[in-house]
């Protein structure tokens, strides 16, 4: 079965630092990967998702991700924090047509 | 774009009621999901549904169960709502026709207190 482990639960960074979240995934068959961005009070928006093209991927806002199969990896940047970053994090990957997410990383960003 | 509408931002129920939490998608997917969030777990899948009047079980199903009889609306009741229920439940869709790669469209959630 596959399933995803985010490395640290809370992040906390200055405006303008990289933004770095961790996220490793166990798949027995080339994975379908995704991170999730959850801004208080709301639903679930996609930032990017990786489908077996290019190992680096770019999303909305300026983050983007890279797929490490060596490392079985797929972690999420972004060069620059900004304060409207400040959210909760979800690593996934696919599986069965079901989703199975990490626990989570909350951003916090210290102006 | 797509839209998941689940029907209320808050419920507060008491201990033993039947619970009721709707979800409407208005983009024709097959497939819907129920996921309780809690601090520190993440998602966890309650149930999911590929096509109207079909339900399979998630993760966490007890003390659950769920109704589809229309394609665009599933349904998640508690049948005797406990205070370990107390959590925020977000509904989802996708299609069928693109499984592998494609994300989920998520509601905006139910934060839900059992009392």
């Known amino acids: 079965a596959q399933s995803v482990t985010q490395l640290g639960s809370h992040v906390s960074v200055s405006e303008g630092a990289l933004v770095l979240l961790r996220c490793n995934y166990s798949?027995?068959?080339?994975?379908?990967l995704f991170w999730y961005v959850q801004y208080p009070n709301q639903g679930l928006q996609l930032l990017l998702k990786?489908?077996?093209?290019?190992?680096l991927v770019k999303g909305i806002n300026g983050f983007e991700a890279e797929f490490k199969k060596s490392e079985t990896s797929f972690h999420l940047t972004k060069p620059s924090a900004h304060m409207s970053d400040a959210a909760e994090y979800f690593c996934?990957?696919?599986?069965?047509?079901?989703?199975?997410f990490g626990a989570g990383t909350t951003v916090t960003v210290r102006a | 774009d797509v839209k998941v509408t689940q029907s209320s931002r808050y419920l507060v129920k008491r201990t033993g009621e039947k619970v009721f939490l709707e979800c409407v998608q208005d983009m024709d997917h097959e497939n819907m999901f129920w996921y309780r969030q809690d601090p520190g777990l993440g998602l966890r899948l309650i149930y999911f549904s590929y096509d109207v009047k079909m339900k399979e079980k998630g993760d966490i199903p007890e003390g659950y169960s769920v109704s589809r009889e229309k394609k665009e609306r599933f349904s998640l009741i508690l049948e005797s709502a406990s205070t370990n229920q107390t959590s925020m439940y977000l509904c989802?869709?996708?299609?069928?026709?693109?499984?592998?790669?494609?994300?989920?469209?998520f509601g905006s959630g139910t934060r839900l207190t059992v009392v």
């Open positions: 990786y489908t077996s093209a290019a190992t």
């Open positions: 996934a990957v696919l599986g069965d047509y079901k989703l199975s």
């Open positions: 798949s027995s068959v080339p994975p379908y």
């Open positions: 989802a869709s996708s299609p069928m026709d693109r499984p592998s790669g494609y994300g989920y469209t």
